[in-house]
């Protein structure tokens, strides 16, 4: 199993623009999550998924849009970039246990 | 909202001393707790869980503490060595998908 792989591993967006990042989980995992990591600071989640055509907000969700159309794939889509949203992104995948987390997306708005 | 923090942000160690790594929450309904490490560049690794309703729980070298008297969590990683080095995250969850992460604690392990 490749397990979870996210893509790009690095991005660099003028402001206003918009990019998708892809999540993909080989592991049949029900839930997906999207996190945002800012320097000194936690894992704050963005948005999340309990199955395939179910998705619902967490702490941080302005900004950002996700769809769950396949059990694969959770991408996190930014509709109009700002610096604010600079930051490393993680996805993350689980069945009943633990959490996978994918290497993550460093992405910066300038 | 409810939150979850670390008493320290940096800890140093000897290489093959004990490590303890701590964790205050502060909402008594999160009924679970997840230890996650965090190596430069990668995403977070789980280490162990505890379920609110035990007080202690062992892995490999890692035991965990929860003293929900006190809502405090503890790591404790026995016989540490250079590969241990990395931040070390607790997160609580509700009973759903909203895992909500400390700050972390940067573990620096001395040769």
């Known amino acids: 199993n490749a397990g979870v792989t996210q893509t790009p591993k690095f991005q660099v967006l003028k402001t206003g623009q918009s990019m998708t990042l892809q999540c993909a989980q080989d592991?049949?995992?029900?839930?997906m999550s999207w996190y945002r990591q800012d320097p000194g600071m936690g894992l704050r989640l963005i948005h999340y998924?309990?199955?395939?055509?179910?998705?619902d907000q967490g702490e941080v969700p302005n900004g950002y849009n996700v769809s769950r159309s396949t059990t694969e794939d959770f991408p996190l889509r930014l509709l109009s970039a700002a610096p604010s949203q600079t930051s490393v992104y993680f996805c993350?995948?689980?069945?009943?246990?633990?959490?996978?987390f994918g290497p993550g997306t460093r992405l910066t708005v300038t | 909202g409810e939150s979850v923090g670390l008493h320290l942000p940096t800890l140093s160690v000897q290489e093959g001393d004990n490590s303890i790594i701590n964790c205050a929450y502060s909402?008594?309904?999160?009924?679970?707790f997840i230890w996650y490490k965090q190596e430069s560049g990668k995403g977070p690794q789980f280490i162990i869980d505890?379920?609110?309703?035990?007080d202690k729980r062992q892995g490999q070298r890692v035991t965990v503490l929860l003293n929900k008297t006190v809502k405090h969590l503890s790591l404790q990683i026995a016989a540490t060595q250079p590969g241990d080095s990395a931040v070390y995250f607790c997160?609580?969850?509700?009973?759903?998908?909203?895992?909500?992460f400390g700050t972390g604690t940067r573990l620096t392990i001395i040769p």
């Open positions: 993350a995948s689980r069945s009943t246990g633990e959490q996978y």
């Open positions: 592991m049949n995992h029900e839930y």
């Open positions: 998924s309990v199955g395939a055509g179910i998705t």
């Open positions: 909402n008594s309904a999160s009924d679970y």
């Open positions: 505890i379920r609110s309703n035990m």
């Open positions: 997160a609580e969850n509700f009973g759903n998908e909203k895992l909500t």
